[in-house]
């Protein structure tokens, strides 16, 4: 870990204990993440989240108790500012694990320049967010314009009202949030949020754009707005 950097904090959720053991001993060897909890019951882990606040939560997908895509479906309602990575020995489970927003997918067993390259995207993305928390104010509520961004907790109110936004929802509109009228071409968005490159595939990218819209829109009295510029890219607007 350089000089100044945050050690980021971990959630391990896995129904094999060799393998927890395994990864936490990888991710300490990185001496870049500090393991703040770790789960073999699902249930448990979920009871736990909201507490621990981390940073990175590593989840495996087939668990007796809970499937793996079921489990981040369930925490993504509670807005936790968090990176989702799944840690798994079945790659027919990547296009779900996209559709619950996970940030990587990585195979077991695990290659250590895969999980470091992993930790390293998330760093550098939570850097260009400006999750670092010596950017914060102590209550870790973070103002700009009408938005009132609670970023520990996922929260967000405007005009006297809360928005209910998933992970990435949040992530985005921090983002343009914090650079008004500024225009973003989809596949540069896309690899700010996600931390790689988009290929050509922004698909997911729209479907949040999408889902904000519907959300600012909601908000009795808003006052922002998500612009298309057409054959640029998006930008938000304070009225």
Same mark, same amino acid.
């Not at 992530?171 to 540069?188: D, K, N, W, Y």
């Given at each position: 870990?350089?000089?100044?950097?945050?050690?980021?904090?971990?959630?391990?959720?896995?129904?094999?204990?060799?393998?927890?053991?395994?990864?936490?001993?990888?991710?300490?060897?990185?001496?870049?993440?500090? $393991?703040?909890?770790?789960?073999?019951?699902?249930?448990?882990?979920?009871?736990s989240?909201? *507490?621990?606040?981390?940073? &990175? %939560? #590593?989840?495996?997908?087939?668990?007796?108790?809970?499937?793996?895509?079921?489990f981040a479906s369930k925490i993504e309602e509670t807005a936790q500012l968090m990176d989702i990575v799944f840690v798994t020995a079945y790659e027919h489970y990547a296009l779900e694990a996209f559709n619950v927003q996970a940030v990587d997918y990585i195979l077991k067993p695990i290659e250590k320049e895969r999980l470091i390259k992993t930790i390293g995207r998330i760093r550098q993305r939570r850097g260009k967010l400006d999750f670092s928390a010596s950017?914060?104010?102590?209550?870790?509520?973070?103002?700009?314009?009408?938005?009132?961004?609670? $970023?520990?907790?996922?929260r967000?109110?405007?005009?006297?009202?809360?928005?209910?936004?998933? *992970?990435?929802?949040?992530? &985005? %509109? #921090?983002?343009?949030?914090?650079?008004?009228?500024?225009?973003?071409?989809?596949?540069e968005l896309y690899k700010l949020i996600w931390a790689e490159e988009s290929i050509g595939q922004t698909k997911a990218l729209k479907v949040h754009i999408s889902n904000l819209r519907k959300k600012l829109e909601s908000a009795s009295g808003h006052q922002a707005k998500i612009v298309t510029v057409r054959g640029s890219g998006y930008q938000l607007l304070f009225e």
């Amino acid at each position: 870990m350089k000089k100044g950097e945050i050690m980021l904090k971990a959630v391990i959720v896995d129904d094999e204990i060799l393998a927890i053991h395994l990864l936490e001993a990888m991710l300490l060897e990185s001496n870049s993440v500090d $393991v703040i909890g770790k789960f073999l019951n699902p249930q448990d882990a979920i009871s736990s989240i909201l *507490t621990l606040k981390p940073d &990175i %939560l #590593f989840l495996d997908i087939e668990m007796a108790e809970m499937n793996g895509i079921e489990f981040a479906s369930k925490i993504e309602e509670t807005a936790q500012l968090m990176d989702i990575v799944f840690v798994t020995a079945y790659e027919h489970y990547a296009l779900e694990a996209f559709n619950v927003q996970a940030v990587d997918y990585i195979l077991k067993p695990i290659e250590k320049e895969r999980l470091i390259k992993t930790i390293g995207r998330i760093r550098q993305r939570r850097g260009k967010l400006d999750f670092s928390a010596s950017t914060l104010p102590d209550e870790d509520i973070k103002i700009i314009g009408t938005f009132h961004f609670h $970023v520990h907790s996922g929260r967000v109110y405007t005009a006297n009202t809360s928005l209910t936004l998933s *992970t990435k929802e949040f992530q &985005i %509109l #921090f983002f343009l949030a914090q650079r008004p009228g500024q225009i973003f071409h989809p596949s540069e968005l896309y690899k700010l949020i996600w931390a790689e490159e988009s290929i050509g595939q922004t698909k997911a990218l729209k479907v949040h754009i999408s889902n904000l819209r519907k959300k600012l829109e909601s908000a009795s009295g808003h006052q922002a707005k998500i612009v298309t510029v057409r054959g640029s890219g998006y930008q938000l607007l304070f009225e």
